[in-house]
């Protein structure tokens, strides 16, 4: 027998081998990267409930919003960035999760519309349906043992409201917990903020002025979704013509890079985790957490 033809006989003797252990060990590896996850729709009822037994009560609750953002920023920019950075948030933190993004958001009146209703795509739901379903979220997690829930929002038009659901929970969560220590709601301004003043301060260190900068879908708004996904970007209807006011958009994004995004997304997650630790240090000292879920806010 040749040496191929020996080799090809060995691969049909193990081939059934190898499809036995094939069957059992990747099933086991997909299972264990579920579990792992910070994401709560990915992980099973069972394996939350341990997560939260063991020490995990901080839960982070991602607000996006379906918006138009000119030709060149896909209409769920805000949904996908605002759970790529919570879940950066929830990793660095060590004791949390996320909750699933909420996408429907208050965007402006639909008849006659205003706000960015007047641009095909956008979504836009009544301030109290939104308050709501923040409320109707933040009591459900709380149901299950979370202790820590914090509504990052991913733009500025509904900061009041998410500040108006956290101090109506609060004084209501306060008020049932008697002597306890009770859950709390925070509506971090600390994710937004950021945004607008130091990413901006570095974006001008750069030779970048304010009118390229810009307020919506501009270079700071670009290169951010840049830095999380390419693909929310057609870089094509770049390269076609400046977009302007007449597009929806506040400023010039030719220039942005997902280098310039990143200056942002690094200032977002660590403004953001430092923040949250702020606010837990009056719940508990670092010593009380579980071995391993001690990390700070850190760089990078």
Known sequence: ???????????????????????VLLPAAASGAGADSVMLEELTSTELRDRIAA??????????GTEQSGPHLVLGKHNVRVRVLAARIAERLGHAVVAPVIAYVPEGAIDPPTQHMRWAGTISIPEAAFEAVLEGAARSLRRHGFRDIVLLGDHGGYRRNAERVAARLNREFGAAAGGAAPTRVHALAEY???????????????????????????????????AVDPALVRTEALRARPP???????????????????????????????????????????ADRPRGQRQGAGGG
């Open 1 to 23: 027998m040749t040496p191929a033809c020996a080799a090809i006989a060995a691969v049909r003797r193990l081939g059934p081998l190898i499809l036995a252990l094939a069957a």
């Open 55 to 64: 020490g995990t009560t901080t839960v982070l609750v991602p607000i996006g």
């Open 192 to 226: 937004y903020q950021v945004a607008q003043t130091d990413y901006v301060r570095a974006l001008q260190a750069r030779g970048h002025g304010d009118a390229e900068i810009g307020q919506h879908a501009g270079l700071a708004d670009t290169a951010l979704a840049l």
């Open 244 to 286: 302007g006011a007449a597009d929806g958009v506040s400023g010039d994004p030719r220039q942005a890079s997902a280098e310039l995004g990143r200056l942002g997304t690094e200032r977002i997650v660590a403004a953001s985790v430092a923040a949250i630790e702020s606010r837990l240090q009056g719940r508990a000292s670092r």
